[in-house]
Structures are given as C-alpha cells and as structure tokens.
C-alpha cells in the first residue's frame, strides 16, 4: 500500500516540483486589500520614541514577582563597589528595557488561496488528505512549504491555520496549544474581563496567536476596548502592552479618556507626547493642519480639545480643573515664601 502511494504521489507531484519551488520563494500574501497597513507608522522612531515616554517605566513593577507556575530563583546578596552597582544598574535597566518590547502591530493577513494543481486521477484515492511539510531545521514557520492534497485530487498550499497546526506539531513553541484555548472565547474571555485580567490575557494572546491573525486582533480589540471604557490604563501602564494599546487608541480616534487620566496625574509632558502621536497617525486633522498660536503644552491641549477631540467638554473641564491646582499650588509656593522671608524674585 505504501509503495502504491508513494508511485502515485511521485506520478502527480514531481512534474510540478518545479512550479511548487517558484511558489514557495514568494511568501504568500499575507494582508487583507481594504485595510491601512500600521506597520510603517508603528515603527517609525518618532512613533516609537512617544510610545516609550507614555509607557512610563516603572522598574519595580516591570521587575515585580509574577505568578508563571515556574519556581522563584532564590535571591543573591553581593558586596560591590560603587563602579559594580552602577554597571549592575545598566544591566537591570537593560533586561527591563527587554521585557518591556512592544508587540508589533501590523496588518491582519488574509487567508492563503492558491492553488498549485488539479490532478482527477487522484480524486476518490483515498479516505484522508495527505500533507507535505519541509521540516528542515533553521527555517522560520512563516516560511516553511506545507501543502495538501485534497480529496478531489486539488495540491494547494496549506490555510493558516493549517500551518499553525503542522508547525506546532513538528516545531512546537513552548507555551503554545494545538488548539486555541476558551479563554480567548465567549463567556470565559468576559469572565477574564471582568476580573481585569488584561495583561495574563495580552501574554497568552502573544504567545498563542501570530500578531496579523484575525484572532489575535480581535482578542487584543476586546481588551484594549475594556481597558478604556472602565479606565483602567494604570493596569498595562509599564508593560509591554502599554505602547500597542496607545497605538490602536490613536490609530481609532479614541485618545480621550487617556489624555484626562494623564493630565489628571499632572504629567502634562505625556500629554502632549500623547498629542503629537495622535498628529503622526492623522496627520490631516484639523488639530495638525492648523498651527497652533503657541508651544505652550496647555495651549496645544487646548487646540486639540477645540478642534478633534471627540469628548471635548471633557477634555477642557480635565483641563481647565488642572490649571485651578496648578494656580493654588503657585499660592501655596508663594505663601511659604512670603512666610520665610525669600522674596518671589530671587528664588
């Protein structure tokens, strides 16, 4: 039985090897027609340089104990000289800089049609499909030539999620399930909603799903949409989910309820950081057609507020409640001044 399979693939398969081999050395399309690629705009240094500043690293929280199921190295205590804690200093910084890599954001891929060959001899041979996979060691998965033999006879390459399969099965990647898990489903991803669980969610979404599946951008859509209907930026704030979560905010136009909550927390560099990447990402908005009278930040919020923001009023009620703290606190500054003695003008 097996050499009659073997005669039969051979019969219908080698005259096309060399079509196969032409196909294989154009990775196959991987982008729907209708949609903008973000990938340029993501990774353009500016775009990337504003995305680090609002992540606001906080090393305690990006080197805090995390619960994996994997045991806790046990800590180790050194005596070092000034020089050996500054370099140990750089390294830390180094492996937190590590951890906190963005995902990329990119285009979803559209799903792999193409057809090699047709061969009705074939059709009603067997019960099954037959696969062909190169598993060569040292190739990337994207990469890697699977095809299928239909039923009917039909040599096609393999649909994404055939892949995934067949890569997971000959080239597993620890972590990773054969079959997405229900989690990211239903009533079991609400859950997970519910209880704030967005950056367990974003890791086994990293981990399971490749960052241009459909599944992985609806997943991530869902989170990113919860986090900012219920406000709650400081749960990815100093991961590396920080950054793409920014990103799809701006990319859709919905930057709002962020720039309160960090003008609310007086860091009006951000806001504006925040501001200038929204202007990188649209740049025919009214906000980023039109200069601004000043370079004053305020003033650059309030541009924005005027001309873009969807939930204006809520921005300059963020705003203006701001600049009443600001003004008490100069007061306050003055009084203790006053109160010492220290006249305003030489301070």
């Not at 046990?74 to 020089?83: G, I, L, R, S």
């Not at 039909?154 to 055939?162: F, I, S, V």
């Not at 859950?191 to 979404?205: G, T």
Request: glycine letters at 2%; aromatic letters at 8%; charged letters at 35%.
């Amino acid at each position: 039985m097996l050499s009659r399979i073997i005669k039969i693939c051979r019969r219908s398969h080698c005259e096309r090897i060399i079509t196969c081999r032409a196909y294989s050395s154009n990775t196959p399309q991987l982008n729907t027609e209708n949609e903008v690629d973000p990938a340029p705009i993501f990774f353009n240094q500016e775009v990337q340089q504003a995305l680090k500043i609002l992540t606001r690293i906080d090393y305690k929280k990006v080197v805090r104990k995390r619960l994996t199921g994997e045991k806790l190295q046990v800590p180790e205590y050194k005596f070092m000289t000034d020089k050996e804690l500054e370099e140990a200093l750089d390294l830390a910084k180094k492996r937190a800089e590590k951890r906190l890599q963005m995902p990329p954001v990119v285009k979803t891929r559209k799903e792999i049609d193409i057809v090699l060959s047709k061969d009705e001899a074939l059709e009603g041979f067997s019960t099954s499909k037959y696969v062909f996979t190169d598993i060569t060691f040292g190739i990337k998965d994207r990469d890697r030539f699977i095809l299928v033999r239909e039923l009917d006879g039909t040599l096609r390459y393999a649909k994404w999620d055939e892949r995934d399969r067949l890569n997971q099965v000959y080239i597993s990647t620890k972590g990773k399930e054969m079959i997405a898990p229900k989690l990211f489903q239903g009533e079991y991803l609400e859950n997970l909603l519910r209880r704030e669980a967005y950056e367990y969610l974003l890791d086994r979404a990293c981990l399971q799903y490749d960052p241009d599946d459909p599944e992985y951008k609806r997943v991530t859509k869902a989170v990113y949409e919860d986090i900012n209907q219920k406000k709650q930026f400081e749960c990815l704030r100093s991961t590396r989910h920080f950054g793409p979560f920014v990103f799809y905010l701006a990319w859709n136009n919905s930057i709002d309820k962020l720039l309160c909550n960090i003008i609310e927390s007086e860091k009006i560099e951000e806001a504006v950081a925040l501001i200038r990447l929204y202007h990188k990402i649209h740049p025919q908005a009214k906000s980023a057609l039109t200069e601004c009278e000043s370079e004053d930040p305020i003033k650059l919020i309030m541009h924005y507020a005027s001309l873009d923001a969807p939930l204006s009023p809520l921005v300059k009620k963020t705003l203006a409640v701001y600049q009443e703290i600001e003004k008490e606190k100069q007061k306050v500054k003055e009084g203790i001044k006053k109160a010492h003695g220290i006249d305003s003008d030489e301070s």
